[in-house]
C-alpha cells in the first residue's frame, strides 16, 4: 500500500462532484435500457417477449466471465493516468455509440434482429463493465477516511438519481418530442442524447477524480489465487448477494412498471410518477442516509430499511384502488430502500479494507468486478423473470387477458417483498461492525 500526506487526501468540490455525477456516464444509458427496453423490443421492434428474455439473461450470464476479466485488468493495469482513469478516457466515446446502437434495430427479419438485440446489447453490457468496474474501485483509492466515502457515496446516490430521472420520466415525452410520432427514430434519438450527456459525465470524472492510495503488490499477481482470495472475503460474498437481489428487484420493477400502469392500473399517467419517484426518493436519501448509517452502522441501517420496504410493498396490492394511498405508500417503500443504495456504495470501498486486513492485498479491480457483475446478473434475472411471466402468462400487446393482468400485478409487488426479505437474510451476515475491519 503506497502512503499519503494526509493534508492531501482532502477532497476538493469538483472531484467531489464529478465522482457523484461521474455515475450518470454509465447509468444514464443504462438506466433507459432498464426501463425501456423490453417495451422498445416488444411493442415497437415486435419481437417475442420470451426470446427478449432469453437475450437479457444469456447475455448477462456471459458477464461472468467478462467481469472478472476487466477487474483483473484493472489490478494489473500501470499507466500515465492511474489504473482506473485510463478507462474513462478511451471507453466512454464508444460506450455513448453503442447507447444509441441498442436502441436502432433495423427493419430486418425477426432471427436477424434478435441477433442484432443481442449483440448490441451484450456490446452495451461489455463496455459498460469497462467503465462501471474502475468506477467503483476510484472511491477505496481516492480516500480511506470513512466520512469521506459516506459523502461520496451520497454524491454517488445523487448521481444516480438524476440519471433514473433522466432515464425514466422524460424518456417517453423525449420519444414523442424527438420522434414526431416516429417511435422509433424517437428512442433512437433519445439514446444518442443520453449517450451524449454521459459521455461528458465521464469525462469529468476522468479531468477532476485523483488516484492517492494503490495497491503496491506486483502487476504480475497470479490470477486463480487472486480469485480465490477474494471468493473467501465474507464482506465481499455478503455484498454480493445484497447486490444480486437489490438489482433483481430493480430491474423487474424498472421492467414491469409501464406493464402495470397501463395493464393493471389503468393510469398509464403513473409511469411517469412511480419510475421518477425511485429516483426521487434516491435523490432525498443521498442527504439523509449518511448521516443514518453513521448512527446505526451499515449492516444495522441497512437491515432495517430493506424490512420497512418489504412491509410497504407487501400492503400495495391491497390499496390499488385507492391511488393516492398506493402513491403514498409506494413512494415510502422507495425512500427506505434508497437508502440502501447508499450504503451499498460505502460498502464497496469497505470491501477492499477488509480484504487487506485478511489477505495483505487491495484488489480494487477485482472485488468492483464481482459487484458489477452482480449488479447486472440481478437487473438481467429481474427483467428475464418478468419477460418470462409475460410469455407464460400469454400476454399480448393491446390484447391483455384477465390471467396475464394478475401474473403482472402479483409479480409486482409479491417479487419485491421475496427479494427484500431475502436481502434482509444475507445483510445480516454482514462482518464489519462500526470502524472496525474484523480480522
Not at 119 to 128: E, N, S, V
Not at 291 to 299: C, F, K
Not at 329 to 357: G, N, R
Request: hydrophobic share 55%.
Amino acid at each position: 500500500m503506497q502512503t499519503i500526506d494526509k493534508s492531501a487526501e482532502k477532497l476538493s468540490f469538483a472531484e467531489r462532484l464529478s465522482y457523484g455525477f461521474g455515475d450518470m456516464g454509465t447509468s444514464l444509458a443504462y438506466n433507459m435500457a432498464s426501463g425501456f427496453l423490453l417495451f422498445y423490443y416488444t411493442n415497437v421492434v415486435g419481437l417475442p417477449a420470451a426470446s427478449v428474455g432469453t437475450v437479457f439473461l444469456v447475455a448477462r450470464l456471459m458477464d461472468a466471465v467478462i467481469d472478472v476479466l476487466v477487474g483483473i485488468a484493472v489490478d494489473k493495469t500501470r499507466s500515465r493516468w492511474g489504473r482506473t482513469r485510463v478507462y474513462f478516457l478511451f471507453v466512454a466515446p464508444f460506450y455513448a455509440l453503442m447507447s444509441a446502437a441498442v436502441f436502432h434495430v433495423p427493419a430486418w427479419g425477426q432471427g436477424a434482429q434478435l441477433i442484432y438485440a443481442f449483440l448490441t446489447f451484450k456490446g452495451l453490457g461489455i463496455l459498460m463493465s469497462l467503465q462501471a468496474i474502475p468506477y467503483s474501485a476510484l472511491m477505496p483509492m481516492m480516500t480511506k477516511d470513512r466520512g469521506e466515502r459516506l459523502t461520496l457515496s451520497g454524491l454517488r446516490s445523487i448521481g444516480t438519481s438524476v440519471s433514473v430521472v433522466l432515464g425514466t420520466a422524460t424518456v417517453m415525452p423525449l420519444v414523442g418530442l424527438l420522434g414526431g410520432g416516429d417511435q422509433q427514430r424517437g428512442f433512437t434519438m433519445v439514446a444518442a442524447l443520453f449517450g451524449g450527456i454521459g459521455l461528458i459525465c465521464t469525462l469529468a470524472l476522468f479531468r477532476y477524480c485523483q488516484e492517492r492510495y494503490q495497491d503496491s503488490a506486483s502487476a504480475g499477481f497470479a490470477v486463480w489465487p487472486a480469485v480465490k482470495e477474494m471468493l473467501h472475503n465474507r464482506a465481499w460474498l455478503v455484498l454480493f448477494g445484497a447486490c444480486l437481489l437489490y438489482f433483481a428487484r430493480f430491474g423487474m420493477m424498472m421492467a414491469a412498471t409501464a406493464y402495470f400502469a397501463i395493464d393493471v392500473l389503468g393510469q398509464p399517467w403513473m409511469i411517469s410518477v412511480m419510475l421518477p419517484a425511485v429516483a426521487g426518493m434516491l435523490l432525498l436519501s443521498a442527504f439523509v442516509a449518511p448521516s443514518i448509517l453513521a448512527r446505526t452502522g451499515i449492516r444495522n441501517g441497512t437491515v432495517m430499511a430493506l424490512a420497512l420496504g418489504a412491509v410497504l410493498f407487501a400492503a400495495l396490492p391491497f390499496v390499488q384502488q385507492q391511488i393516492s394511498l398506493f402513491l403514498g405508500l409506494y413512494i415510502v417503500a422507495c425512500l427506505a430502500t434508497s437508502i440502501t443504495t447508499t450504503a451499498a456504495y460505502a460498502m464497496v470501498a469497505e470491501t477492499v479494507d477488509y480484504h487487506e486486513a485478511q489477505f495483505g492485498t487491495r484488489r480494487e479491480g477485482l472485488l468492483s468486478a464481482g459487484i458489477s457483475l452482480s449488479t447486472k446478473l440481478g437487473m438481467a434475472l429481474g427483467t428475464a423473470g418478468f419477460a418470462y411471466v409475460l410469455g407464460v402468462s400469454g400476454y399480448v400487446p393491446g390484447h391483455v387477458t384477465d390471467h396475464a393482468r394478475e401474473a403482472i400485478r402479483w409479480t409486482y409487488s409479491g417479487g419485491a417483498v421475496v427479494l427484500l426479505v431475502a436481502q434482509v437474510l444475507v445483510m445480516l451476515l454482514w462482518p464489519i461492525k462500526g470502524r472496525d475491519i474484523a480480522r
